[in-house]
C-alpha cells in the first residue's frame, strides 16, 4: 500500500511538471519514428539547391525534414530569405534551432516539430527536400494540391518518379539536384 501512494504521488508530480518542460523550450517526445535516417547535407548541394530554386529575400522557404537546419538557415542568411524547418525527430529541432541561433538568423527562421505530411506548407514559394523517392511520391499529391502556382521545389538525390519529372537537374559533386514548379 505504501508503494502504490509514493508512485502515486511522483507519478502526479512528473504530471504536472510536464507542461512547465514543454512551456520552456523543451524538446518533446517524437511523434512518430522518422521514415529514414537523417544524413546531412554537404554545404556546397545546400547552394546549390537555393541558386536553382532562385531564392531571393521576399521568398519563404520551407525545408521538409530539415534535420540540422542548414538549408532554411543558409536561405535567411545568405539570401535573405524567411524559412521554416520542420522534423519530426526533437534531437534535429533542438540541433537546427540552435544553429539558426548560432547564425544570428532566428529572426527570419523557425523551426516546428511536425509531421511534413500534415504540415501547413501553403506559405512556401520555395520547398527543399532530402527525402527518398518513395516519400518523394508520397509527398507529391500534397505538394501539388497546397502549394501556390510557381512555387518552387528541389530535391537532393531523389526525384519524383516518372510521375512527375523534373524540369531540370543538375549534378553537384555526384548527387542529383531536382527542379519543379507548381502549375
Not at 545546400?46 to 532554411?72: E, F, H, Q, R
Not at 538568423?105 to 527518398?132: C, M, N, P
Request: glycine share 6%.
Amino acid at each position: 500500500m505504501r508503494f502504490r501512494v509514493i508512485a502515486s504521488v511522483l507519478l502526479a508530480a512528473v504530471v504536472s511538471v510536464l507542461p512547465i518542460a514543454a512551456q520552456q523550450g523543451q524538446t518533446q517526445a517524437p511523434l512518430r519514428r522518422p521514415d529514414i535516417h537523417w544524413v546531412p547535407t554537404p554545404p556546397a548541394v545546400v547552394d546549390a539547391m537555393l541558386k536553382l530554386a532562385d531564392v531571393k529575400p521576399t521568398d519563404v522557404v520551407y525545408d521538409l525534414g530539415c534535420g540540422d537546419g542548414i538549408i532554411v538557415t543558409t536561405a535567411a542568411q545568405k539570401y535573405g530569405a524567411r524559412a521554416v524547418g520542420i522534423d519530426i525527430d526533437p534531437q534535429r529541432v533542438k540541433e537546427a534551432t540552435e544553429r539558426a541561433q548560432k547564425m544570428g538568423v532566428s529572426d527570419k527562421v523557425a523551426i516546428r516539430q511536425g509531421d511534413l505530411f500534415e504540415a501547413d506548407i501553403k506559405e512556401a514559394t520555395v520547398v527543399t527536400l532530402y527525402l527518398l523517392q518513395s516519400l518523394n511520391m508520397k509527398l507529391m499529391p500534397k505538394l501539388q494540391k497546397e502549394l501556390k502556382p510557381g512555387t518552387r521545389v528541389v530535391s537532393q538525390s531523389f526525384s519524383m518518379g516518372e510521375a512527375w519529372p523534373p524540369e531540370k537537374t543538375i549534378d553537384v559533386d555526384g548527387r542529383n539536384v531536382y527542379l519543379w514548379t507548381i502549375k
